[in-house]
């Protein structure tokens, strides 16, 4: 009896790249959860010092509120990806014939993957122009530069995502 093959380089490699792909799609998601906790966790201490007690606001709440946000929309695209969470997409792609979700799954991830790029590229652009004019946020004077860098990093794992179902059709690269 012959022992079975052994995966050959380009196996282990795509192996390899589905499980970076895969930490990095979680560790994104855990600092989109970790976001919105920094947005309750604010707004709560915001809320609770303006009371007639205190009456001292949380000082930088908003600009705190704005970043986190932003990060958490940022960071939760490759996981929603992943899962192909996009629910309203999904309920009419249910709706059409196998060969037309072969037809529409054919266009619409290439364009995703155009659309991702496009804006990964610009985020980069828009974070070096915040960058060389020293931007920060309106009232703590946080410097915002590296937010559109953290989007476009988050944009190019969408497109990374998007390659792997495509190259994997039929199959979630996460389970939810």
């Not at 996981?79 to 799954?105: M, P, Q």
């Not at 559109?148 to 390659?163: D, R, T």
């Amino acid at each position: 009896m012959t022992p079975p093959a052994r995966p050959t380089g380009i196996v282990r490699t795509a192996a390899a790249y589905t499980w970076c792909l895969r930490a990095l799609v979680y560790g994104l998601a855990a600092v989109s959860g970790a976001g919105v906790l920094v947005i309750m966790l604010v707004t709560c201490a915001d809320v609770m010092l303006r009371t007639k007690w205190v009456n001292r606001p949380f000082v930088g709440a908003y600009d705190i509120v704005k970043i986190a946000g932003t990060l958490s929309l940022a960071t939760a695209l490759p996981y929603t990806t992943a899962v192909k969470g996009h629910v309203a997409i999904e309920y009419f792609f249910h709706k059409l014939s196998r060969r037309g979700r072969i037809v529409v799954d054919s266009v619409t991830r290439p364009l995703g993957m155009a659309l991702f790029s496009f804006l990964a590229w610009r985020s980069v652009i828009y974070g070096l122009e915040l960058h060389r004019n020293h931007r920060v946020s309106d009232t703590i004077q946080l410097p915002i530069s590296w937010v559109p860098f953290v989007i476009g990093f988050c944009c190019a794992v969408v497109v990374m995502v998007i390659l792997h179902n495509l190259l994997h059709p039929g199959r979630e690269m996460i389970k939810p």
